[in-house]
Structure formats: structure tokens, C-alpha cells
């Protein structure tokens, strides 16, 4: 094998200063590992900068990709609508009666509201976004939205689409916005279950559930139960539907999320009005 | 005397860059959190198939700085993992049968565990809590499965350099 094209001091010398390098550099990065965990504010701003200015790119190569997979749910949907088109009919008419009669409860509702003078819930103000992509890792849920503070996002935005609630804003850039989804390891969502009107607390487990904490000792809440936001901190606006217990063991409820976070075009971010 | 710098001495580099960077995004979205560390594959082969490349420690460190970035890890754990790898794959020069695909595959079985336990340690480390080892274990499968397509991608860019007559193994 030939050596580079220095001496044999010089090459033990290079070799020993490349060796020092490396100790130097893996020490560092292990200080910088430390450092983001005790004072995160100025490394974590260079990482989102550096995540907002790829995120445009990362979409443009992920576009080829984006527009196979959404044709073929496109088609997988069409064939499923036409064989399905009798059961759709007689949906949609069930819906319609649904609707007329959602009208008559709202403006009813409305002015009940009015008689009795009360002090109207969290008004939120809301805009749409799309959906960058993930940020793919096992160690974070994250998505990226093309919108960001210029748009007027701004962190803890409630992130919904038509199914529920997605996560949360993290952060902003001037273009781009970081979601932190529900199924995160750090995220936590106050909660109030649907029919046994429980208050609990949502934790992301860093999987496809969700965990439900804080729960009282002599729980009542059933498999297939409905969860929804509380609105409690004022963090997130109440009502906002959350996801379905799937399973409960020793105490401990697990909640599917609803919404696939993996099939998300655009979402709407909620902002409560000051 | 050192010899002339060419553009061919970029590719190994280009090549970890655009692995970490671009496969993610090819794959669909429920996928993609696999992809990132496939960087840390061409990194590996390099580093155990052309033993004067000094740039390698460099391009260990820019794909763990973008491993960092694209996995929102914090800053520094991508990096180590990098190191670690750049350290554990490098050239054992007495041992000519490392060269053939099936040692170097059975090398990169064996250290590429290492690498996502150590990211795994440090993240669990930095949480305070450990993480579901479902996905880890995922990545590290991808990584492994498919290390054949980055071996021969990684060996075409080789042997373009070796044609440039810059290294020698």
C-alpha cells in the first residue's frame, strides 16, 4: 500500500494530529449535545433556520413522489366511491337531514346564548397552511407548514384538519412554521373525555398512541369513548376532537389519534383571539 | 508533496450530502423517518474502502450536522454518531479481505447497530426517558437492507476516483 506523499515523520505526525482532531471533535459534539439540553435557545434557533431555508427544497424532491402517492389514493378513491356509490347516496342524505338540523340547534342556541347573557367561549381566528412534509426521525413527530410569522403564526397555535386536532405550533420562521404532532414524546394535551366527562392529560408516547394521565382512581371512561380537548391553560380551544380510547389496561387508557398525520395536505392553525 | 486537488475528491462527499438529504423525501411520507441515517452508509463505506481520504472526518461531520437538522435531533447527537462511525469503519489495512462485498457487508452489520444505539442512548439521555425502540430498530434494518444499493453506488463513485488515479488501496 503506498503512503501519502510525505515523509514517515511527517505522515506519524499527521496521523497523530488527525487522531487529536478526532478526540477534539467528538468531545465537542458531545458539549453541544449538553449544551442544547441545559441552554437550547441559540443552537435551536440556528437549527430551525437551517430546517426552514431546506424545507422549500425538500418539497420540490419530494413532489414526484407526493404526486404518485396522492394519484394513487386518488384512484384507490374513486374505485372505492364507485362501488360504494348506493351506501355514499344514502349518506349523504342522513348528512343533509344532519345539517338542516345542526342550522336549527346553532341559531337556536344563539339565541338562548343571548336571553341568558352568556360570556361568549374563546373566539379564535384561524388560517390554512400546507403541509411541507415530516420531520422524519423516531426520536421526533414533526410536520413543516409553508406559512410562517409573516402569515401571522406564532407559537401554540392549535394545528386542526377536518378530523381533529393535529399538534400544536413549535415554532416559526418567517416562511415556514414547525408542528409538534400529538404522538411526540413531548407533547401533552389537556383533555376531557366525551361521555364520562373525565379531565386527563394527553401524552404523546413517541408511537402511534396516545397515553391518558391523571386520570381519577375510579375511572369510568369505556373502550371507544371520544376525547376531546378541555381548553384547560387556555392552551388549545376546548372541544376540539382528540382521538378515540382504544384500550385500557391497569388503569391506563390509550387513545388513537384522529388524524392521520401521514396523509395531511393542508391544515388550519387556530389562534384565540385576545 | 501533496497532489493537485480535483473535483473528484468532492464526490464521496457530494454523494453523503445528497443520501442524507435527498432520500428522505423520496420515499412516502409514512416512510420517510427511516431514510436520514442511509447518509451515515456512505460514510461508512468510504471511510472502511479509501484510507488517505482526509475529508472523511469532514464529511462524517456534515452529514451528522444534517442528520441533526433533517431528524430535528438536537445538535450534536447526529454529529457523535458520525465520529463514532467515522472511528469504528475505518481501513484495516492488513486485512485485504475486507475488501470484498460480503466482509464489508458483515462489517457494516455489525457496526451499524452500534451507531443507532448510541443516537438511541443519547436521545433517551437528552429526553430523560427512553424511546419506543420500534423505529430504531426499523432505520437500522433500512440501513442494513439497504446497504447493498448504496455499496454499489458508493463503488461506481470509487472507481471514477480510482480512474482519476487520486487514491490507492
Same mark, same amino acid.
Given at each position: 500500500?503506498?503512503?501519502?506523499?510525505?515523509?514517515?515523520?511527517?505522515?506519524?505526525?499527521?496521523?497523530?494530529?488527525?487522531?487529536?482532531?478526532?478526540?477534539?471533535?467528538?468531545?465537542?459534539?458531545?458539549?453541544?449535545?449538553?449544551?442544547?439540553?441545559?441552554?437550547?435557545?441559540?443552537?435551536?434557533?440556528?437549527?430551525?433556520?437551517?430546517?426552514?431555508?431546506?424545507?422549500?427544497?425538500?418539497?420540490?424532491?419530494?413532489?414526484?413522489?407526493?404526486?404518485?402517492?396522492?394519484?394513487?389514493?386518488?384512484?384507490?378513491?374513486?374505485?372505492?366511491?364507485?362501488?360504494?356509490?348506493?351506501?355514499?347516496?344514502?349518506?349523504?342524505?342522513?348528512?343533509?337531514?344532519?345539517?338542516?338540523?345542526?342550522?336549527?340547534?346553532?341559531?337556536?342556541?344563539?339565541?338562548?346564548?343571548?336571553?341568558?347573557?352568556?360570556?361568549?367561549?374563546?373566539?379564535?381566528?384561524?388560517?390554512?397552511?400546507?403541509?411541507?412534509?415530516?420531520?422524519?426521525?423516531?426520536?421526533?413527530?414533526?410536520?413543516?407548514?409553508?406559512?410562517?410569522?409573516?402569515?401571522?403564526?406564532?407559537?401554540?397555535?392549535?394545528?386542526?384538519?377536518?378530523?381533529?386536532?393535529?399538534?400544536?405550533?413549535?415554532?416559526?420562521?418567517?416562511?415556514?412554521?414547525?408542528?409538534?404532532?400529538?404522538?411526540?414524546?413531548?407533547?401533552?394535551?389537556?383533555?376531557?373525555?366525551?361521555?364520562?366527562?373525565?379531565?386527563?392529560?394527553?401524552?404523546?408516547?413517541?408511537?402511534?398512541?396516545?397515553?391518558?394521565?391523571?386520570?381519577?382512581?375510579?375511572?369510568?371512561?369505556?373502550?371507544?369513548?371520544?376525547?376531546?380537548?378541555?381548553?384547560?391553560?387556555?392552551?388549545?380551544?376546548?372541544?376540539?376532537?382528540?382521538?378515540?380510547?382504544?384500550?385500557?389496561?391497569?388503569?391506563?387508557?390509550?387513545?388513537?389519534?384522529?388524524?392521520?398525520?401521514?396523509?395531511?395536505?393542508?391544515?388550519?392553525?387556530?389562534?384565540?383571539?385576545? | 508533496?501533496?497532489?493537485?486537488?480535483?473535483?473528484?475528491?468532492?464526490?464521496?462527499?457530494?454523494?453523503?450530502?445528497?443520501?442524507?438529504?435527498?432520500?428522505?423525501? @423520496?420515499?412516502?411520507?409514512?416512510?420517510?423517518?427511516?431514510?436520514?441515517?442511509?447518509? @451515515?452508509?456512505?460514510?461508512?463505506?468510504?471511510?472502511?474502502?479509501?484510507?488517505?481520504?482526509?475529508?472523511?472526518?469532514?464529511?462524517?461531520?456534515?452529514?451528522?450536522?444534517?442528520?441533526?437538522?433533517?431528524?430535528?435531533?438536537?445538535?450534536?447527537?447526529?454529529?457523535?454518531?458520525?465520529?463514532?462511525?467515522?472511528?469504528?469503519?475505518?481501513?484495516?489495512?492488513?486485512?485485504?479481505?475486507?475488501?470484498?462485498?460480503?466482509?464489508?457487508? @458483515?462489517?457494516?452489520?455489525?457496526?451499524?447497530?452500534?451507531?443507532?444505539?448510541?443516537?438511541?442512548?443519547?436521545?433517551?439521555?437528552?429526553?430523560?426517558?427512553?424511546?419506543?425502540?420500534?423505529?430504531?430498530?426499523?432505520?437500522?434494518?433500512?440501513?442494513?437492507?439497504?446497504?447493498?444499493?448504496?455499496?454499489?453506488?458508493?463503488?461506481?463513485?470509487?472507481?471514477?476516483? @480510482?480512474?482519476?488515479?487520486?487514491?490507492?488501496?
Amino acid at each position: 500500500m503506498s503512503k501519502p506523499y510525505t515523509s514517515s515523520h511527517a505522515y506519524a505526525w499527521q496521523d497523530w494530529a488527525s487522531k487529536l482532531l478526532f478526540i477534539l471533535l467528538f468531545a465537542a459534539s458531545l458539549v453541544m449535545v449538553a449544551v442544547g439540553r441545559f441552554e437550547n435557545t441559540s443552537l435551536q434557533r440556528a437549527q430551525e433556520a437551517a430546517t426552514g431555508l431546506w424545507a422549500p427544497i425538500g418539497h420540490f424532491i419530494a413532489s414526484p413522489v407526493q404526486t404518485t402517492t396522492a394519484g394513487l389514493d386518488q384512484l384507490r378513491d374513486t374505485l372505492h366511491n364507485a362501488r360504494n356509490a348506493g351506501t355514499l347516496a344514502q349518506e349523504n342524505e342522513i348528512l343533509r337531514q344532519w345539517k338542516q338540523r345542526a342550522e336549527q340547534l346553532q341559531a337556536e342556541n344563539e339565541s338562548l346564548r343571548k336571553l341568558l347573557k352568556v360570556v361568549p367561549a374563546t373566539q379564535t381566528t384561524d388560517l390554512t397552511a400546507r403541509v411541507l412534509g415530516s420531520i422524519a426521525g423516531p426520536y421526533s413527530h414533526q410536520l413543516q407548514l409553508a406559512a410562517g410569522s409573516e402569515e401571522g403564526v406564532v407559537p401554540s397555535m392549535a394545528v386542526v384538519d377536518s378530523d381533529g386536532l393535529v399538534g400544536r405550533t413549535l415554532s416559526a420562521t418567517p416562511r415556514t412554521a414547525e408542528v409538534l404532532l400529538l404522538t411526540d414524546i413531548n407533547s401533552r394535551v389537556a383533555v376531557v373525555t366525551g361521555k364520562s366527562h373525565e379531565h386527563a392529560v394527553a401524552k404523546g408516547q413517541g408511537d402511534t398512541l396516545l397515553a391518558l394521565d391523571y386520570l381519577p382512581q375510579d375511572t369510568k371512561i369505556e373502550v371507544g369513548e371520544k376525547i376531546y380537548t378541555s381548553g384547560d391553560g387556555a392552551l388549545l380551544p376546548a372541544g376540539i376532537l382528540v382521538g378515540t380510547v382504544s384500550e385500557i389496561t391497569g388503569g391506563q387508557a390509550k387513545v388513537i389519534p384522529a388524524v392521520d398525520t401521514s396523509r395531511l395536505d393542508f391544515v388550519r392553525l387556530l389562534l384565540a383571539k385576545d | 508533496m501533496e497532489k493537485r486537488k480535483t473535483w473528484h475528491d468532492l464526490l464521496p462527499a457530494l454523494l453523503a450530502i445528497l443520501v442524507t438529504l435527498v432520500t428522505p423525501y @423520496l420515499l412516502p411520507m409514512g416512510l420517510r423517518s427511516i431514510a436520514p441515517p442511509l447518509g @451515515l452508509s456512505v460514510i461508512f463505506y468510504f471511510r472502511s474502502r479509501v484510507p488517505f481520504m482526509n475529508v472523511a472526518v469532514w464529511i462524517a461531520l456534515l452529514s451528522g450536522l444534517l442528520l441533526d437538522v433533517i431528524q430535528a435531533m438536537p445538535v450534536g447527537v447526529g454529529i457523535s454518531a458520525a465520529l463514532l462511525l467515522y472511528w469504528l469503519a475505518r481501513p484495516r489495512e492488513e486485512r485485504d479481505e475486507d475488501r470484498s462485498f460480503a466482509r464489508n457487508l @458483515l462489517r457494516f452489520t455489525w457496526v451499524s447497530p452500534i451507531i443507532m444505539g448510541w443516537i438511541y442512548l443519547l436521545m433517551s439521555m437528552v429526553q430523560g426517558q427512553f424511546f419506543p425502540m420500534t423505529l430504531p430498530i426499523f432505520q437500522w434494518l433500512a440501513m442494513v437492507a439497504s446497504y447493498p444499493l448504496i455499496y454499489a453506488f458508493c463503488h461506481a463513485i470509487h472507481q471514477m476516483m @480510482l480512474q482519476s488515479k487520486r487514491y490507492s488501496l
